[in-house]
């Protein structure tokens, strides 16, 4: 199988500022990669060049094998950007934000379909925000709000989630829960993450000690779940029913 993620000699400048200098790494399959760096490393340019929102210098990006210019199966990538504080005035509801993960710019216009409601219903079920699902998203909680963007990455059933700082504005106990809800997610869910934070205590005990790669001041951590059983099935509610103890409320996250 083609690695999710293969990087070779990838360097992104703004202007002359050169950010990332000649990085080279993979991941695959159910990879979770950790990517710690101080302030300005280049951790956010680096995900918005793996999501095609910037365009590398130079060097080669490919993702599941294809090279990204050729590359055209977006909702097989879920992302969440950076937190940035959203207008309470925004007027989109939750299940609104929710849904427009489903669509890409070309199904912009299509018809909403009784499984595109399922899978949204499944996603905010999974995230335990269903009880928010006609709330306008600009009036939850920082927290809440983290919830549904994380629904709307996950509802076109990504095989790769790409976290940016995904816990930055959130307290210690709900990002103590958030992260053993991702850990959960790897161990029963077919996705690769690669997750951005600077709660290097959390990220290294999960993902180990000693970075797999270093390139300038990015490190990362990696853990593979190779080996791990593979659901086939890959539906949230699934993948739920998989919870240890199905019965158990999946940890609290506010
Ligand atoms: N649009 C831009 N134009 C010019 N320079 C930029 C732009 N965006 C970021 N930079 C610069 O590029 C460098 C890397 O920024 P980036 O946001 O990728 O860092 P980061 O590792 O994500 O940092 P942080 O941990 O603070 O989020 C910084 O020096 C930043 O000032």
């Known amino acids: 199988m083609a690695p999710v993620i293969e990087v070779r000699n990838l360097s992104f400048s703004y202007d002359d500022k050169k950010v990332i200098e000649d990085l080279s790494f993979q991941m695959n399959?159910?990879?979770?990669?950790g990517l710690i760096g101080s302030n300005g490393a280049g951790k956010t340019t680096l995900l918005k060049t793996l999501v095609g929102l910037l365009k590398p210098t130079s060097g080669e990006l490919l993702l599941f094998g294809k090279p990204i210019r050729q590359f055209d199966e977006w909702s097989r990538i879920g992302y969440v950007p950076q937190k940035n504080a959203l207008n309470p005035l925004f007027p989109a509801t939750v299940r609104e934000?929710?849904?427009?993960?489903?669509?890409?710019k070309r199904k912009l216009y299509r018809r909403i379909t009784a499984e595109d409601r399922q899978r949204c219903d499944d996603a905010l079920y999974a995230m335990q925000i269903a009880d928010l699902a006609d709330r306008r998203i600009g009036q939850l909680?920082?927290?809440?709000?983290?919830?549904?963007?994380?629904a709307r990455a996950l509802v076109g059933n990504p095989e790769l989630l790409i976290l940016d700082e995904p816990t930055v504005g959130i307290d210690?106990?709900?990002?103590?829960s958030f992260f053993?809800?991702?850990?959960?997610?790897?161990?029963h869910h077919n996705i690769a993450f690669l997750m951005v934070s600077h709660?290097?205590?959390?990220?290294r005990a999960y993902l180990g000690d000693s970075p797999a790669a270093t390139s300038g001041k990015l490190k990362f951590y990696v853990k593979s779940m190779d080996g791990a059983a593979s659901c086939r099935e890959t539906d949230l509610t699934h993948a739920l029913k998989d919870w240890p103890g199905a019965s158990e409320p999946i940890p609290a996250y506010q």
């Open 141 to 150: 909680s920082g927290g809440q709000q983290q919830r549904a963007f994380l």
């Open 172 to 176: 210690a106990e709900t990002q103590r």
């Open 199 to 203: 709660d290097v205590d959390m990220m």
């Open 29 to 33: 399959a159910r990879d979770f990669v």
């Open 180 to 187: 053993s809800m991702l850990r959960h997610m790897h161990a």
């Open 97 to 104: 934000v929710v849904l427009s993960g489903l669509y890409g």
